[in-house]
């Protein structure tokens, strides 16, 4: 009997253990850096911890599992942090849906020539993430997406193409390989999503390993479907490289959806540019989208759209 009871306590301390581990890694941070979201940390990487910003809808509850949305920011690789798709968030989230924004580590401006070998790690691993607490979130593990404008476009791509399966190259211990690192739809902002010789961009930085990193060279049956936002006065993305890019996903009978903005430059999306009017034209054409796949129900509600 003695020995049941030990055994009885000790059950019980793993338990309690176990369900402080799991309650800490969903303790967010005591005051979050961008206002009208909850900062956790996703990931440590050394003596480094990783945060991510969430926007949860305000009457999530009788819904049912909510679909989620993965932001990454852009800046080359080497700046910018989350917070670039905060009002996208808002409104996504009065739409019923659980948006994230992602903080991955940059690259040096000084070495130009390294991969963003460590900006793709720590999306598999914010993604991972997510579908790990989905249950937390209420989120529905089969209904994420990643998004993404510029680099962080390119890593939303990478999530959603044969990129994200090549834990060859990306290995990482802390990842648990059971969960699906893939995206299930990508809501892609001026992406660099091409990084080959032929007018891609970004390619000093994979030179010979751009076959590995590049996601239009790696569009496969598994990579979901798209919405891709560019204008045709970017410097950095040619239309040609995103009509391939289309081109490639409808041969594989994927739903690939692409706007030209006309005379909009590199970055024309983000809110307080144009008087709104590309901002505001994304959401609407994002949720429309999202209706289309079964996502979102209804219509776009442009009354929702943050001024």
Known sequence: MKLLSLLRDASYVLVFCLAASASAELTPHAKA???????????????????????????????????????????????????QFTDHARYFSARGIVCFQVQYRLLSKKKNTDPPFHCIQDARAAIRWVRNHAEEWGVDPTRIASAGGSA?????????????????????????????????????????????????????????????????????????????????????????VAKRFQHKMKDLKIESRLTIFPSMPHGFFNKGKYDNKPFHQTLEEGDQFLIDLGWLTGEPQPELFPK
């Not at 926007?55 to 080359?76: D, N, S, Y």
């Not at 992406?191 to 996601?215: E, L």
């Open 152 to 240: 962080g476009g390119h890593l939303a791509a990478c999530l959603g193409s044969a990129v994200a399966d090549q834990d060859d190259l990306f290995e990482d211990s802390q990842e648990d390989r059971k969960i699906n690192v893939r995206s299930n739809a990508m809501l892609l902002f001026n992406p660099v999503y091409d990084n080959s010789p032929n007018d891609g961009w970004g390619t000093k930085r994979v030179a010979d390993q751009f076959q590995k990193y590049s996601p239009a060279q790696n569009i496969d049956t598994k990579t979901p479907p798209a919405i891709v936002f560019l204008g045709d006065s970017d410097a950095l993305i040619p239309v040609d």
């Open 33 to 83: 850096d961008i206002d009208g979201t909850q900062q956790y940390t996703y990931r440590k990487v050394g003596d480094r911890s990783l945060s991510i910003f969430v926007t949860r809808p305000t009457e999530q509850a009788g819904l049912g599992r909510a679909p989620a949305i993965v932001f990454f920011h852009g800046g080359g690789w080497t700046g910018g942090k989350p917070g």
